[in-house]
């Protein structure tokens, strides 16, 4: 019976320990995918900051 029992906890805690595997993927993945994007927009500031540089907005008829 001991074994039977310990059996059952050791597949228990294979169990747990997948679905905290799965879940950390995810978390990863889905972090990944923010810097990602946050990398991006910051990318798109700085071009719109370096195309502002050289036009002057106060006199848009020159």
Do not use: C
């Given at each position: 019976?001991?074994?039977?029992?310990?059996?059952?906890?050791?597949?228990?805690?294979e169990?747990?320990?997948?679905?905290?595997v799965?879940?950390?993927?995810?978390?990863l993945k889905?972090?990944?995918e923010?810097?990602?994007a946050?990398q991006?927009h910051?990318q798109?500031?700085?071009?719109?900051?370096?195309?502002?540089?050289?036009?002057?907005?106060?006199?848009?008829?020159k």
């Amino acid at each position: 019976m001991v074994t039977l029992s310990r059996f059952k906890g050791q597949e228990k805690a294979e169990e747990e320990l997948g679905k905290f595997v799965e879940i950390r993927d995810a978390e990863l993945k889905a972090a990944n995918e923010e810097i990602i994007a946050a990398q991006e927009h910051a990318q798109s500031l700085e071009q719109a900051l370096e195309y502002s540089k050289g036009h002057d907005k106060t006199n848009i008829y020159k």
